[in-house]
């Protein structure tokens, strides 16, 4: 998709794998060609050439690729911090890293020259938070990062990265979740800064509080985007779709904007997005795929809604449409504990289901997370964060290959 190139391996690292599938028209049938239960959980994953990069909590794992029904891992590299989203490109995997909401987080850079021998290559850039989505232009990656908006950041010499500009959100008030925090603090602030704040990056209240109101006291956060250049179509959780010019790195300015609210005013959370053709269509959280037509850029306009799950809850709903790709007139949903849809898109007006792969959660696998296209394969990681309880027992983890047949 738009962040990739996407989507560890070791004996004892736990992270969601992959899977890779050959969908080139709506009646194709899928075969499960590989599954491997060692990769553990994962956040996402890429393939590029004849190698898949699958990213987790615990860090990256290698891929030998070039017999799809037995991949070898050939290389795996730990880390303390989560590796959120990754893009390949040449010779450098570009990971973002870091735990959501906390304070600081890093864009990692890989030398993938020599995949079997590949290494970090260390620089100094810190981003105000964790980041998530990633994708890398000529030299520029374009990094969301949550309530901060989103950063432009010069890699052309990897070893010293600088940020270029930065997308700031508009602060779209969360007022209730940011009154119980502050509660919560003010009744055990020691409590609070020592458990809660340390795993968040600050040392006192009044800087726990400060960061409440920027994070948590927003319903603003930068997920998923893709880059149609010069423009950069991002996914803002319940502040809705941001369509900014990027033409002038150094400041990039909104183009047009789109969001949704339900018949009952509740919040609609806009999650990633794949542009086709002069149409968007959006994962829309628990509330399925939103299609746009964005012939005019000011001017977004709703032409579908499609939901499989019956009523409108966050809490209750069945699953959760996490990420989104398009493959021919195909596009790929992950929806967390649903498993993953498949949608013929061939009509956007009338988005057709074509098939489902259910049970990743009730297979103890996870919740489908990531999704990646490349060439004939579909790649899906999975997570153990699974909306909304964030659950993490008892998902083991699982690394699969589907191929059309």
């Known amino acids: 998709m738009h962040r990739k190139r996407k989507h560890f391996?070791?004996?004892?690292?736990?992270?969601?794998?992959?899977?890779?599938?050959?969908?080139?028209?709506?009646?194709?049938?899928?075969?499960?060609?590989?599954?491997?239960?060692?990769?553990?959980?994962?956040?996402?994953?890429?393939?590029?050439?004849?190698?898949?990069?699958?990213?987790?909590?615990?860090?990256?794992?290698?891929?030998?690729?070039?017999?799809?029904?037995?991949?070898?891992r050939i290389k795996a590299l730990l880390s303390k911090e989560p590796f959120q989203d990754i893009y390949v490109a040449g010779d450098y995997a570009y990971v973002t890293c870091g735990t959501r909401r906390a304070f600081m987080g890093k864009l990692k850079i890989f030398d993938v020259s020599a995949p079997q021998n590949t290494y970090e290559i260390k620089n100094n850039l810190l981003l105000p938070e964790a980041p998530v989505g990633v994708y890398v232009r000529e030299g520029i990656a374009y990094i969301a990062c949550f309530a901060s908006g989103i950063f432009l950041v010069d890699v052309k010499n990897p070893r010293y990265p600088r940020v270029i500009s930065?997308?700031?959100?508009?602060?779209?008030?969360?007022?209730?979740?940011?009154?119980?925090?502050?509660?919560?603090?003010?009744?055990?602030?020691?409590?609070?800064?020592?458990?809660?704040?340390?795993?968040?990056?600050?040392?006192?209240?009044?800087?726990?509080?400060?960061?409440?109101?920027?994070?948590?006291?927003?319903?603003?956060?930068?997920?998923?985007?893709?880059?149609?250049?010069?423009?950069?179509?991002?996914?803002?959780d319940a502040a809705g779709l941001f369509i900014i010019d990027i033409s002038d790195p150094g400041n990039p300015v909104q183009k047009g904007y789109f969001n949704k609210k339900l018949a009952n005013g509740k919040d609609c959370f806009f999650n990633d997005i794949e542009v086709h053709g002069s149409y968007a269509f959006i994962a829309l959280d628990y509330l399925g795929m939103l299609v746009l037509d964005i012939s005019d850029l000011e001017n977004p306009k709703e032409i579908t809604h499609v939901n499989p799950w019956e009523g409108a809850k966050w809490l209750t709903s069945a699953g959760h449409m996490i990420q989104i790709e398009i493959k021919g007139n195909l596009a790929y949903l992950t929806a967390g504990k649903d498993g993953l849809y498949v949608y013929d898109i061939s009509n956007p007006k009338a988005p057709g289901l074509v098939t489902k792969f259910p049970g990743s959660y009730s297979a103890q696998k996870g919740c489908a997370w990531g999704v990646f296209t490349e060439g004939d394969y579909i790649s899906v990681g999975y997570s153990s964060n699974c909306p909304p309880s964030r659950q993490r027992s008892p998902l083991g983890g699982a690394f699969e290959i589907f191929v059309e047949r």
């Not at 009646?27 to 699958?54: C, H, R, W």
């Open 166 to 236: 930065n997308f700031k959100l508009p602060h779209v008030s969360n007022s209730e979740i940011e009154e119980k925090m502050a509660v919560t603090a003010k009744r055990n602030p020691e409590n609070f800064v020592n458990k809660f704040g340390r795993k968040m990056g600050f040392n006192t209240l009044e800087d726990g509080l400060k960061w409440i109101r920027h994070s948590y006291g927003t319903k603003a956060h930068a997920w998923w985007f893709t880059l149609r250049y010069p423009y950069v179509f991002l996914c803002a």
């Open 9 to 72: 391996i070791c004996l004892i690292l736990f992270f969601a794998g992959s899977i890779a599938f050959c969908l080139s028209n709506a009646n194709a049938e899928t075969k499960i060609i590989y599954s491997s239960s060692e990769l553990g959980f994962a956040n996402d994953s890429a393939i590029y050439g004849k190698y898949v990069y699958v990213i987790g909590d615990k860090g990256m794992a290698i891929l030998d690729f070039s017999n799809p029904q037995a991949p070898k």
